[in-house]
């Protein structure tokens, strides 16, 4: 089945440093890419998507390419903030037949930036 | 604002006495999904409706049911709560189902089991 694999958090940054957190997948078909965020005591939400291959995602300074080759889509950020400490999910939904666009993700990879 | 609201935020139940979470919607979308998510691990899809239409996962236990009266409205039943069902339950909406579509998720319920 499909699966998304994750870098082990956390990560500690101090502010201004380059952030990627590597995000590889696994799916039979010609899956959607997400990258959602969970700030403290919130909800998930969406930070950027790409829906096929050698597309790119950006939001808010991050960026994420969709690698079919790798099977990857990497989200970077050239500087980070303290405002981007939250818990970031990788995700794919290779919606089909009854799927209705269900998510995979990953485990999450807890960001802590410093000033 | 909120647009897909969980109640309650924190929830406390006994082992074996049923508990009931409820999430509604603003958004007049056609799919909610339901997600448990333990700590540290990603979140897993339990079921989930397209309109009255109810799906599955193979894997989720007889012990958690749902039920979808209106678009507006989506609830989380289990039936006989054990220790290893405390998990945040996340509750979530998208308006047609497409693979390229986002889905809005509300804040959670922290279910905790004594």
């Known amino acids: 089945g499909d699966s998304v694999t994750q870098m082990e958090g956390p990560v500690t940054l101090s502010e201004e440093a380059f952030l990627t957190i590597n995000c590889t997948y696994t799916?039979?078909?010609?899956?959607?890419l997400f990258w959602y965020v969970q700030y403290p005591g919130e909800g998930l939400q969406l930070l950027l998507k790409?829906?096929?291959?050698?597309d790119k995602g950006s939001n808010k300074g991050f960026e994420a390419t969709y690698r079919k080759e790798t099977t990857s889509f990497h989200l970077e950020k050239g500087s980070v903030q303290v405002s981007d400490s939250a818990v970031y999910f990788c995700?794919?939904?290779?919606?089909?037949?009854?799927?209705?666009?269900?998510?995979?993700f990953g485990q999450g990879t807890i960001l802590t930036v410093h000033p | 604002d909120a647009m897909v609201i969980q109640n309650p935020r924190y929830q406390v139940t006994q082992f074996g006495k049923p508990v009931t979470l409820s999430c509604s919607q603003t958004?007049?979308?056609?799919?909610m999904y339901w997600y448990q998510q333990k700590s540290s691990q990603a979140p897993k899809l339990l079921f989930h409706y397209y309109d009255k239409d109810f799906n599955n996962e193979a894997d989720t236990p007889d012990n958690f049911q749902s039920r979808r009266p209106n678009t507006s409205f989506c609830f989380l039943d289990i039936r006989s709560p054990g220790l290893g069902d405390a998990a945040m339950y996340l509750c979530?909406?998208?308006?047609?189902?497409?693979?390229?579509?986002?889905?809005?998720f509300g804040s959670g319920t922290q279910l905790s089991v004594l």
């Open positions: 958004l007049n979308h056609n799919v």
């Open positions: 979530a909406t998208s308006r047609d189902g497409q693979k390229n579509e986002k889905l809005f």
């Open positions: 995700a794919l939904s290779d919606a089909g037949g009854t799927s209705y666009g269900k998510l995979t």
């Open positions: 790409a829906t096929k291959a050698d």
């Open positions: 799916a039979t078909g010609y899956p959607s």
